[in-house]
């Protein structure tokens, strides 16, 4: 397949879109960023990436990270993380508190915030220093050893974390998260506020397309483990709007409030999108369109 024509053919297509929306407000060092940014890129298995637009600036990953806190929270501590964090959709925003009464503290799935939290968490414990850990994975598995994290956005977010400090602390008080929140929510910031380009996070997830084999061709995941982190992208990675997604996009995918998604076809590529301004559910809107696109022009979905 000629992924270079086909990644022009989306960026004409989706360029009417491009600036609709908006950056992600309620992180104040997010609010600034040009709406009108565009990239996208295609990895293939081998680790060839092709790209448009500005697929090799660097951007803010968000929450696109918890996808790969997962798979090292897993690779390390095995199964035992699905008996503090569920698998089914929440139905409500990345940042909602409104289930965790409810169910006890156990967030519905590692992709909102509340799940994500326990996850960085049970990496922290198992590595003791989770974003270092991560850091150093995308590094890896990328090939880019410039990957870093941006202070200006982890200290923003610091500042204006009072919900996702809600959520540690509430999940604290029914004995779901191990380390002091403080330190925790440290990790969780500093995670967020990796940077990276649309080809560094294509690279990076290749994976997820691997079926659990790392770019060096070691294993990190079983196949099954792989094909479980994908099923909880399809389900959740888009957080309220996870159906959505599917129905237009077809494949495993998830967003951060950056503007970034990412995709997966399983045995065949991952792909990188994106474009700062987010819909009223915190994805980006040129961002889905192109993955629309993408499935729409090459039939490439998992359906
Ligand atoms: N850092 C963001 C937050 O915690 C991540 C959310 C996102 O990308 N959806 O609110």
């Not at 990953?61 to 699905?82: P, Y």
């Not at 289930?99 to 996850?119: K, M, S």
């Not at 990790?187 to 691997?210: G, K, N």
């Not at 819909?279 to 979905?301: I, M």
Request: glycine share 10%; aromatic share 8%.
């Amino acid at each position: 397949m000629d992924y270079q024509h086909l990644l022009e053919r989306i960026a004409a297509d989706v360029a009417p879109l491009i600036g609709s929306g908006t950056p992600a407000e309620y992180i104040p060092a997010l609010a600034g960023v040009d709406p009108r940014r565009f990239g996208m890129a295609i990895a293939d298995l081998e680790g060839n990436v092709f790209g448009t637009g500005d697929w090799r600036v660097p951007f803010s990953t968000q929450s696109i990270t918890k996808v790969f806190a997962l798979a090292l929270a897993l690779a390390e501590g095995g199964d035992s993380l699905w008996e503090r964090v569920g698998r089914e959709p929440s139905g409500n925003p990345f940042n909602s508190l409104v289930q965790l009464e409810y169910e006890n503290g156990i967030p519905r799935n590692p992709f909102i915030n509340a799940g994500a939290l326990v996850v960085t968490d049970r990496l922290q414990t198992l590595t003791g220093d989770a974003s270092s850990e991560l850091l150093d994975f995308l590094r890896q598995e990328s090939g880019n050893p410039d990957i870093g994290f941006d202070a200006e956005v982890a200290a923003s977010e610091h500042e204006h974390g009072d919900r996702n400090a809600a959520v540690a602390h509430f999940m604290a008080s029914y004995g779901n998260i191990d380390n002091p929140v403080p330190a925790l929510l440290d990790h969780y910031f500093w995670q967020c506020s990796i940077e990276m380009t649309c080809a560094d996070l294509a690279l990076a997830a290749r994976f997820l397309a691997r079926h659990g084999l790392r770019s060096d061709g070691s294993r990190l995941l079983t196949r099954s483990e792989a094909k479980q982190i994908n099923a909880v992208m399809m389900t959740c990675g888009t957080y309220d709007a996870a159906g959505e997604f599917a129905y237009r996009v077809g494949l495993p995918g998830k967003s951060g409030v950056g503007g970034g998604i990412i995709a997966v076809v399983p045995g065949r590529c991952t792909l990188a999108v994106w474009s700062p301004g987010l819909d009223a559910q915190g994805n980006s809107v040129a961002g889905a369109a192109a993955l629309d696109r993408f499935t729409t022009l090459t039939g490439l979905s998992v359906f």
